[in-house]
């Protein structure tokens, strides 16, 4: 027999289960709308981003640098394909008799047909020599090109002349440490006279921090974006090094290369075929600048460059011709007279002006 349950203990039951539903209803209630301060923002975290901010910076700075990679792999793909010297058709045409006597003298050498980019003749023009005062063409390249991408800077610029390059040896123009210069001036003693003091001046003038190492730094870095093969630069005037080893070194092809970067700056080639001038310093003191180029005003349609000579060098020159348009470039080395050099550099153009 079953017996009903009282209506009390039913009663209190009911009133038992509704009060435990209400316990845990409040505190759920309490536990979700507990005080934990206000939510932070996007701009109050302090050192992390939002994790959406944080893909959308990856897949930038992923882009960023795919493009970067593809701008050098672009710019190195350009600068294979560039042609230069070393991509030049060799003729090897034949010299006449009387000028092999000369040729046999020089130790390493070549001439350019610049409008038809041939080489007429060369020997050993991929040795690495040493090249003396044809460095500082490279100089004037670098320090030409530094101004021109500086809005502060110009030829005006002024310079002061450190001891360092007060004491450098000749040949000079005498400068005189703590005064100021414009820059413009070194550069043209540099070229015409190929004062040493003057180069010196003009590289650490423009060095950053007038630091000369840094400077010889960039020259090398320049080189090897012109795709100069063989070309080493220790310091910035051709002056000789400690030792043979420390000689600043190129090929006759290298130097072909910076005849021609030279060739697109008309002030520089202004100063490299200036057979004179003048250097007036602070006090007014004056000095005649005379190039050493004696094939200027000379041989027909000479533009300049440079001439070279330190003793493991022997002498050198470089130089550029232009006949109605025609342009030729030649440049040798390691004569043991200076005008046997000429004597060859001359008879050298002419003849490649009648090989065409």
Not at 198 to 207: D, I, K, M, P, S
Request: one cysteine or more; hydrophobic letters at 40%; a positive charge.
């Amino acid at each position: 027999m079953i017996k009903k349950p009282r209506t009390k203990t039913l009663i209190l039951n009911a009133m038992i289960l509704i009060v435990t539903v209400l316990i845990a209803a409040s505190s759920y209630w309490i536990y979700k709308t507990r005080d934990l301060g206000p939510k932070p923002e996007i701009s109050d975290l302090p050192d992390e981003k939002a994790p959406a901010l944080l893909v959308i910076d990856q897949q930038n700075n992923l882009d960023a640098k795919l493009k970067n990679d593809l701008q050098k792999k672009t710019e190195l793909k350009l600068a294979r394909t560039k042609k230069s010297v070393y991509d030049y058709q060799q003729l090897n045409l034949e010299m006449p008799k009387s000028m092999r006597g000369l040729a046999s003298q020089c130790r390493s050498g070549i001439v350019i047909n610049e409008s038809k980019q041939t080489i007429l003749w060369a020997k050993k023009p991929d040795k690495a020599v040493p090249i003396a005062s044809m460095t500082k063409l490279m100089t004037i390249l670098v320090a030409m090109e530094i101004i021109n991408a500086d809005e502060t800077l110009s030829l005006d610029s002024m310079v002061r002349v450190s001891r360092a390059a007060e004491r450098v040896p000749p040949t000079e123009v005498w400068l005189a440490a703590g005064h100021d210069y414009r820059i413009g001036d070194l550069m043209r003693a540099s070229m015409i006279r190929s004062a040493n003091d003057a180069c010196y001046a003009t590289a650490e003038g423009l060095a950053p921090g007038r630091d000369m190492s840094k400077f010889i730094i960039i020259m090398n870095r320049r080189a090897r974006e012109l795709g100069l093969r063989y070309s080493r630069f220790y310091n910035v005037h051709g002056l000789p090094g400690r030792s043979a080893s420390q000689d600043n070194r190129a090929s006759v092809m290298d130097i072909a290369i910076i005849a021609q970067e030279v060739m697109k700056h008309a002030k520089i080639m202004e100063w490299t075929g200036s057979r004179t001038g003048k250097f007036v310093h602070y006090n007014g003191k004056v000095v005649d600048l005379v190039s050493s180029n004696k094939l200027l005003n000379k041989v027909e349609g000479i533009t300049g460059l440079k001439t070279g000579y330190i003793r493991r060098s022997g002498f050198c020159i470089a130089v550029s011709a232009d006949r109605d348009g025609e342009k030729r470039i030649a440049i040798i080395t390691g004569f043991k007279s200076k005008y046997r050099r000429n004597d060859f550099a001359k008879e050298l153009i002419n003849w490649a002006y009648t090989n065409e």
